[in-house]
């Protein structure tokens, strides 16, 4: 065995603070995707309902298609809190895996993650797949909002 293969590749601990420095970057960043989503879609469902309750209450004819909006915001944070859900429950299950682990060999193996999965950054995650359907249903509930009340003006 010669001395180059005790020793740890050239900067390989530098690499290391550089993968942890970047990922909890990432991971924070998401986070606070995430609770913008959340923020954003409680406000347009709020903002959606208020112009067709004034609409209703004022007795203008409203388009029936202007309530997809407030549905889409609806669909939206319904997808965040069922992301929401399964991660508790999956964290749960992992942390239960841990505790009645004694050893390394008794910890199962879907309980040992890639730092992605860890961090809930692949497109499968059940928490990203929530946030890409929130998107979604963010965007389409803005352009037929934003469609209803041009549609509004337009016909007063």
Do not use: C
């Amino acid at each position: 065995m010669n001395e180059d293969d005790e020793h740890e590749p050239l900067g390989a601990q530098a690499v290391q603070d550089m993968q942890r420095a970047e990922l909890e970057e990432a991971r924070r960043d998401y986070n606070d995707i995430v609770n913008r989503l959340w923020a954003g879609n409680g406000a347009g469902l709020i903002a959606s309902l208020t112009l067709v309750v004034q609409a209703i209450n004022k007795s203008h004819a409203t388009p029936s298609w202007g309530m997809f909006s407030p549905a889409a915001f609806m669909l939206a944070i319904l997808a965040l809190g069922l992301g929401g859900l399964v991660r508790l429950v999956t964290l749960a299950r992992r942390v239960k895996d841990l505790q009645s682990a004694r050893d390394i060999l008794e910890v199962p193996i879907r309980t040992i993650l890639h730092p992605l999965d860890r961090a809930e950054l692949t497109w499968w995650s059940p928490r990203s797949l929530s946030a890409l359907v929130a998107t979604g249903m963010f965007m389409l509930g803005t352009v037929i909002g934003v469609l209803a009340i041009f549609v509004a003006v337009v016909r007063t």
